[in-house]
């Protein structure tokens, strides 16, 4: 172990030449410091690079507010019969200051490379497929297509899909503590590198409505319409030091950090490493070939076997339920409602019960010899864009005018298939079904967007 906290390169971590600073991009959202470009400012570059500076680093309160998402979930009755039942899942969200997020993503990228040689000398580097920078070009639909393609060549398997309760909420702190100086290969945090910890776990934020009721009393609602946009910062130093008296929350838990920072997606997998390491352990003992893979606190293990029944399939879970149990303390406690038994075998998917049942993976359902997008992926891309198309013809109606429709355009239809940069939708869609028809089943995906253009352009003329 290496005991000294001194630099192996910067940090005591892979060289920082190995960073990517395009991903460094300049965020446009309002905070209490400035925007900061970092391609343009070398300076603000150098100081995320220099430990001492970090070290004694003011970070400033994350800001907070709550996502209410609601979804449908099918149900059974007892008869048998399917019913969807409205769901409410609330989403904590947390966004750092504009110099604070690039010091996250930061030391995200230096954790990041010291977890790849760590998992790559203990084993484990196959299994954590999200939040990772050496699977680039990598994605959903990469990884689905390698558990789909893995049980679709046995001839008999168990599939065991599991969901963590939580789990940035319940992260235990001591043990992410223990692990990221194991990762890092050290004794003791350093300086910089402790400031950070302490950081996303003892967080500071402040609510956004008392935010909105800063702005608001300063500007009035009409003129802070027309100027939010403009505005450089939130408020002024000296008016921050006025607002923050009893605005200011920590989260005083022993568990907890906030999703959402650069940091905290690596910390996921770091907190990880013993987790992962014991159920792969496990599932080899069960068969050499089997596979395990973990998308932050979505897992999968599918596990070829000789025969496979529902006794197997329940010993089994059981065997696997009692080895997570021990992590309970960790803050690891599966979602039972989203966990998933399967049995494979004569070409077809069983649950528990033997009844024919569809296999849900990473928003790609695998159901009978079909497979095709989750119903709820799809029905979240119509309702936005039709959301937007309906933005669009009431701002026609108000002006008189044609209706803006680039925007819907490059975000929810083919014309924009490869908008600022990236993908969008449509274009998902379109290289998912390229992949998953070569699997030994039938792709619905192309079907199910293929109307998009015709159901878009309804919504803007009725």
Same mark, same amino acid.
């Given at each position: ?7 192996? !390169? ?29 391609? #343009? ?12 500076? =970090? ?49 996250? %993503? ?52 168990? =599939? ?14 001591k043990s992410l503590k223990q692990k990221m100086k194991r990762v890092l290969n050290v004794e003791e945090l350093s300086k910089d590198w402790y400031k950070i ?14 935010? #909105? ?46 999703? !959402?920072?650069?940091? &905290?997606? =690596? ?16 599932? +080899? ?16 293990l599918v596990i070829p076997a000789t025969i496979a029944t529902v006794e197997l399939l329940e010993e089994w879970k059981t065997e696997l339920m009692a080895q $997570? ?8 406690? $599966?979602? #039972? %409602? ?6 494979? @075998? ?9 009844? =024919? ?19 709820? &992926? /799809? ?12 933005? &669009? ?36 869609? +379109?290289?998912?079904? @390229?992949?998953?028809?070569? /699997? ?14 015709? %159901? $878009?352009? +309804?919504?803007? &003329?009725?």
């Open positions: 172990m290496n005991r000294s906290n001194g630099p192996r !390169g910067l940090h005591g971590l892979s060289s920082s030449s190995e960073i990517n600073w395009s991903k460094y991009n300049k965020k446009k959202y309002l905070h209490f410091d400035k925007r900061v470009d970092i391609k #343009e400012d070398e300076h603000m570059q150098a100081k995320i690079q220099d430990p001492s500076w =970090v070290a004694s680093y003011a970070f400033l309160p994350s800001i907070h507010f709550k996502i209410v998402f609601k979804k449908y979930i099918t149900l059974k009755k007892e008869n048998g019969e399917k019913f969807k039942k409205k769901d409410k899942k609330p989403r904590e969200i947390y966004y750092a200051a504009h110099k604070d997020s690039l010091i996250y %993503k930061h030391y995200g990228d230096l954790l990041n490379n010291a977890y790849n040689d760590y998992a790559s000398e203990k084993g484990i580097d196959d299994i954590a497929v999200a939040y990772r920078n050496n699977k680039r070009g990598k994605n959903n639909i990469d990884f689905a297509y390698e558990a789909f393609d893995f049980l679709l060549k046995q001839d008999q398997a168990i =599939v065991i899909a599991l969901d963590f309760t939580s789990f940035f909420d319940n992260i235990d702190h910890y302490k950081n996303i776990t003892r967080h500071s934020y402040v609510e956004k409505e008392d935010i #909105e009721e800063f702005l608001l009393d300063k500007y009035g609602k009409k003129k802070l319409k027309k100027i939010r946009s403009q505005l450089p910062q939130i408020m002024e130093p000296a008016e921050f030091r006025e607002f923050k008296h009893g605005k200011i929350k920590v989260n005083q838990y022993s568990f907890g950090i906030p999703q !959402g920072s650069g940091m &905290s997606a =690596v910390c996921s997998n770091v907190h990880l490493i013993d987790f992962d390491k014991e159920v792969l352990q496990w599932a +080899k003992q069960k068969h050499p070939d089997a596979l395990y893979r973990r998308y932050c606190d979505d897992l999968i $997570i149990d021990c992590y309970k303390d960790e803050g690891l406690i $599966i979602q #039972e %409602k989203k966990t998933e038994l399967r049995l494979y @075998r004569d070409k077809t998917i069983y649950n528990e019960k033997m009844e =024919v049942s569809p296999l849900d993976y990473l928003g790609f359902v695998l159901d009978r010899n079909l497979i095709r997008i989750r119903e709820k &992926s /799809l029905f979240k891309y119509y309702a936005r864009a039709y959301k937007k198309a309906k933005t &669009s013809k009431r701002i026609a109606y108000a002006t008189n005018r044609p209706g803006p429709k680039r925007k819907l355009y490059d975000l929810y239809t083919h014309l924009g298939h490869k908008y600022m940069g990236y993908g969008n939708f449509n274009a998902y869609a +379109k290289k998912a079904h @390229r992949m998953m028809k070569t /699997l030994p089943c039938k792709s619905h995906i192309k079907k199910q967007t293929k109307r998009h253009w015709s %159901k $878009i352009q +309804k919504r803007l &003329s009725d």
